[in-house]
Structures are given as C-alpha cells and as structure tokens.
C-alpha cells in the first residue's frame, strides 16, 4: 500500500529555508553523502539526510527546530564532527543542524578566570587565546586542535589532562540551550558555587544532542601553573608493573597532570611510524606531567618507579622537547592505523585506579584467548584504558572483534568501571544502557527525554536506544 505523504519534498525545503533568515541550506547530494559515520559505504540519495543547515545565528537554531516540529522531522546536532561512537552523523530524512560557524570566542574574563564562546569554538582556540593572557582552558581531549567546545560539551570530552583538572563538565560554569520547542533556557553562570534549583547544566553536558542544542558556554579558566614543569617518559617490563605504579601515584600526595600509558605492541607502531626507537620489543612507556614540581616531590616519584620496575627514566627539559613528547602520545592512533587499516575500533572504558592492573592483564589475557592483537594504552591516571581493536578484510566487524569488545565491556562493569569514559554513547553503546546503568535508570532517561523532547526529533536512537 502506498505512503501518502503530506507535504512534498519541495513544500519542506521551501519552508525550511524561510525559517533560516542567516544561514545557509543546502541538499546537495555530495554534501549530505559526507555527513554519515562510513564513508566505505555506498549511500544511494534516498539515504541520506533532507538537508544540511549551517547555522549562524540563534535565529536558524530555532527555525530549524520550528521546520522538524512541524514536520515530524529528526534534527542531528553537529559541529567539527568528530565524534567516534555515530552520534552526529546523518539520518536518512533528517536536518543536519551545524553549528560550526557560531565560532566566536565572546569574551574571556581574566579577573574572573572564565572564558563565554560560541560551539563552533576549536577547543586548542579558545587555549591559545586564553594563553595570550596568562590563562589556559584545561580540557585537552586527543582531537584538541579538531574537535569543537560545542562537541566537547555534548559528550562530555576528556583528555590527558583529566586526572589533575576533570573532565569537560568540570570547567564549564554555565550553558545557554534552545529546547526542542524553541524555548532559550539560562543554565549555571559566571561563579565557582551555585546551588539553586536542579542543577540542570550537568545534565545537558554530556546529552549528546538528544535533549536541547547548546548554543553558548560558559567555561573556567586557570592561571598558567609557575615554575618548569617535570615532564618524562619511563619503560616497563611489564604492562601490569605500570598499572601499578600508576596506583602507587596516585595514592602517594603527588598530583600529577598527566599519566599516559602505551603498551609494547603500540609503542612499535609508534617507533615505526615515527622512525624513532622508545624502548624495546614488548615494553611499555609511562609518560609523566608534574606541574612546577620540586626536589622532593621528584625523588618521590622516582622512588615509586624504581619499586615498580621502572627503568630508564627520562625527563625532558625544554618546551620544544615536552611538545615532542607529547606528539608521541598523540601518534599513538595514527601509528596504529598505519598498522592495521581503516577496519580499527578505539574502545574507551574507565575503571576505578585500583582496579587498573587487572583490566590491562585482562585484555592481555584476552588477545591470548582469542589470538588477536589488541593495542592498549590511555590516560591511566583517571583509570580510562583505550584498547584498539584492528583487523583485516571486509570493514564489518568479525565475530571474534564483536566477541572481544563484549568481553571487554563486560570486565570493565564487572571491576566497577564503565563502557563509555570519554567518547560518548552515540548508537555504537545505547543498547548497553540497562546493562550498566540498570533498568530504572535507563527507564528514568526515557522519561526525562521525553519531558524534553516529547516529539522525539533531536538525534533520535543516540544516547539512549
């Protein structure tokens, strides 16, 4: 039996571009055809997304939003896109609203250590701005000089420098939201406190799109730390003896910055990729960042290495030397691509610190079992571990991946971590939500995005299935 449908295609673009006084509209196959997660896969036009919005105004937001709610049509939030876990790429049908040209940085405060920019803002930026004024913005997620303040802010972004200053929700004081209804909503603001009401600003961080569009935000600042920084690479013969040094740290009074860690499998990617040589066959490098750290505070460290096996630490002395230490740790995913390919998933689960030792010799365990390779590595010093798994072949996943992903997932809830540290949910997760969160917390999320979105047109099946 036939569709009627209501409205024509044309009658919808008509009145979508009405509804856009600063923007721009386009549905051009070719543009829409490169708003979706796989680009290996063939997508024949009846596939792809109604229309891409680049909005410029708040103005476009809401007649976006005005057009779905007329039309019953899904609306997908997006800036730089570079989300991993398919939380903003196209839907067949949908409105792909970006927000990339709302990229004005409107005001950095540094008597209130604060910074108000627009999403489109790139996150290095809004740092590089703020460092002109002896301030820097914390949050350094790995695609820092892509990824967008907006984007970060939607899924709740982390990074190396998690461990001493948190995670993206911890840095922002405050967001401006357009509700599905069009509605503008004030969320948090300028101070440290604030205790009135539900604190609703957290909830919208992290939303993936799903529950409003966040078009302004508020983020701390800090003050450049004084004094030379200890910065430095260590090897271990084991990948557990790092774990556990890494334990040892953070229980000691030292705060670091940073604790990065590659194992021996990556670490040769990286060695061929770079055409350097850190370390041997089968080792593992702890990379270390202690802000204006003093003698004793180095010996401590020191000592707490020494007991776990550490050998050959180096510490490096000036800034170019820091920047090239961590370009190492940045090249740690194109090294492994280079190794494997295009058909990789880069898994992000966190689990307690005490429980960092058994989930790295899990996973060796597990390669062992299932005679795969897996890279390891991630920002240890939170306790968040990103395994890549890589494989030959057709770009769908092979069983055994499928099998070791879910053996993974499942280890990381069992030690009382998470599926999802700092890379979102997206529709790479949601049918996991019950399994981690259990059954009436996946039922209250349902409830709240309904109370939101009750017509269900923001990034349907994301975050949430």
Known sequence: MAVLSAFSDEEIMTYLKQQVPDGTVSDD????????????????????????????????????????????????????????????????????????????????????????????????????????????????????????????????ADGMSTVRFGATKDNILGLKVILADGRIVKLGGRTLKQAFGYDLTQLFIGSEGTLGIIYEITVKLLPIPLGEPSVGRVFFPELSDLAEAVHAIRLSGL?????????????????????????????????????????????????????????????VTTAEERDSLMQTRRDLLPAVVAQVGKNHLTEDMAVPISQLAPMMIYLQELERELNITIYKGGHVGDGNVHPIFGWKGSIDVPPVIAEALRRTFRKALELGGTISGEHAVGMLKNQWNNVELGENVDELQHQIKSLLDPMGILNPKRKID
């Open 29 to 156: 196959p070719e543009i829409l055809r490169r708003q979706f997660f796989s680009t290996e896969t063939v997508l024949r036009d009846s596939d792809l997304a109604r229309a891409f919005v680049s909005a410029k105004s708040v103005a476009d937001i809401q007649g976006v939003l005005k057009t779905a709610r007329r039309f019953h049509i899904p609306v997908v939030p997006q800036t730089a896109f570079t989300n991993t876990v398919i939380s903003a790429d196209g839907i067949t049908g949908a409105i792909i609203l970006s927000l990339l040209q709302m990229d004005k940085i409107l005001e950095i405060d540094s008597d209130d250590l604060l910074a108000v920019v627009q999403p489109g803002v790139i996150n290095n930026d809004l740092d590089q701005a703020a460092r002109k004024q002896g301030l820097f913005y914390a949050p350094d997620p790995g695609s820092k000089p892509i990824s967008s303040i907006g984007g970060n802010a939607a899924t709740n």
């Open 255 to 315: 705060y670091p910055t940073m604790l990065e860690a590659v194992d021996g499998e990556t670490m040769m990617a990286i060695n061929e990729y770079t055409h350097h040589h850190y370390g041997e066959p089968g080792e593992s490098m702890l990379i270390f960042w202690l802000d204006n750290s003093h003698a004793e505070e180095r010996q401590l460290l020191n000592e707490i290495i020494t007991k776990h096996h550490g050998h050959h630490m180096e510490q």
